[in-house]
């Protein structure tokens, strides 16, 4: 069976860092592209983060683009999030997904949930004074 474990929220202040982790079993990171999304209340489900293994593509939205960074340990099938300068509206559950390395994307495609195969069941992440 396929399993996505998303961990690593918690509670920060503004201006802060965390680092997420999402490890994956069922599969191999060879052949699936790894991203990150978070969902606020009331908020459609948005994509950050997206590294691909296989060749060490990376790709970030331009919200987070300069403070978040995605990388890989492919020996531990885990991909990471390290997430810095934390503001109140990055609050969110935060979850990792996997995408087929053969679908052919685009910049703006990579970012459609739909297109995941594979999702975790999230972590929250709340920065708060």
């Known amino acids: 069976e396929v399993q996505l474990q998303a961990s690593g929220g918690g509670l920060v202040q503004p201006g802060g860092s965390l680092r997420l982790s999402c490890v994956a079993s069922g599969i191999t990171l060879d052949d699936f592209g790894i991203g990150w999304f978070r969902q606020a209340p009331g908020k459609e489900r948005e994509g950050l983060a997206c590294?691909?293994?296989?060749?060490?593509?990376?790709f970030y939205a331009d919200s987070v683009k300069g403070r978040f960074t995605v990388s890989s340990d492919n020996a531990k099938n885990t991909v990471f999030l390290q997430m810095n300068s934390l503001m109140p509206e990055d609050s969110a559950v935060y979850f990792c997904a996997a995408i087929n390395s053969a679908m052919e994307v685009t910049r703006e495609s990579i970012w459609a949930p739909l297109l995941y195969d594979y999702w975790g069941q999230g972590t929250q992440v709340t920065v708060s004074s």
């Open positions: 590294i691909y293994s296989n060749n060490g593509g990376t």
